[in-house]
T-cell receptor, first 110, second 111 residues
Framework: GEDVEQSLFLSVREGDSSVINCTYT??????LYWYKQEPGAGLQLLTY?????DMKQDQRLTVLLNKKDKHLSLRIADTQTGDSAIYFC??????????FGKGTMLLVSP | DGGITQSPKYLFRKEGQNVTLSCEQN?????MYWYRQDPGQGLRLIYY???????QKGDIAEGYSVSREKKESFPLTVTSAQKNPTAFYLC??????????FGEGSRLTVL
């Protein structure tokens, strides 16, 4: 079955850039998503990218997709303490259900 | 305001009891989902429904049941057959093939 892998933890200093990486196995993935979860809350969609794109930028967020290597990354520029959260990568194939990674906990220190 | 509402936010249950978690959405989404989240395990799909009166098992459906009698509602029952029910439960909804919108979650603790 499909699998999505992420590193579990990332620590950065406030003002630095953060890069969270994700790999997936399903070559039929159509959409790739990044969700953010703050403590004790649900998930919020941050951004998504279609599989026929290689980059998407949205304010401080940059998503890079290397379809050949099945590698997705999320770069957060000028990381703030409010960015501390768990970030989930997810993929889907058209109308199928999403497959989530286990999440990367981002800790931003002042 | 449009969104997804889960209740209760916190729930305690004695072993051997069934408990039902509520999920209501007013986004006019066709699809609804239940996920379970455990520390370090990410999200695992329990059940999903793409249309009223129909639902499908996810990866970890054993010990759970659902119903979809109305488009807006997708309650989850955690039965006494679920061997390790203590977890954070997340409900989500979407248009078919669209992004998921999540509720705030329900934390179930079995005493």
């Amino acid at each position: 079955g499909e699998d999505v892998e992420q590193s579990l933890f990332l620590s950065v200093r406030e003002g630095d850039s953060s890069v969270i990486n994700c790999t997936y196995t399903d070559s039929s993935s159509t959409y790739l998503y990044w969700y953010k979860q703050e403590p004790g809350a649900g998930l919020q969609l941050l951004t998504y990218i279609f599989s026929n794109m290689d980059m998407k930028q949205d304010q401080r967020l940059t998503v890079l997709l290397n379809k050949k290597d099945k590698h997705l990354s999320l770069r957060i520029a000028d990381t703030q303490t409010g960015d501390s959260a768990i970030y989930f990568c997810a993929e889907s194939e058209g109308y199928s259900t999403l497959t989530f990674g286990k999440g990367t906990m981002l800790l931003v220190s002042p | 305001d449009g969104g997804i509402t889960q209740s209760p936010k916190y729930l305690f249950r004695k072993e051997g009891q069934n408990v039902t978690l509520s999920c209501e959405q007013n986004l006019n989404h066709d699809a609804m989902y239940w996920y379970r989240q455990d520390p370090g395990q990410g999200l695992r799909l329990i059940y999903y429904s793409q249309i009223v009166n129909d639902f499908q098992k996810g990866d970890i459906a054993e010990g759970y049941s659902v119903s979809r009698e109305k488009k807006e509602s997708f309650p989850l029952t955690v039965t006494s057959a679920q061997k390790n029910p203590t977890a954070f439960y997340l409900c989500a909804s979407s248009h078919l093939g669209g992004e998921l919108f999540f509720g705030e979650g329900s934390r179930l603790t079995v005493l």
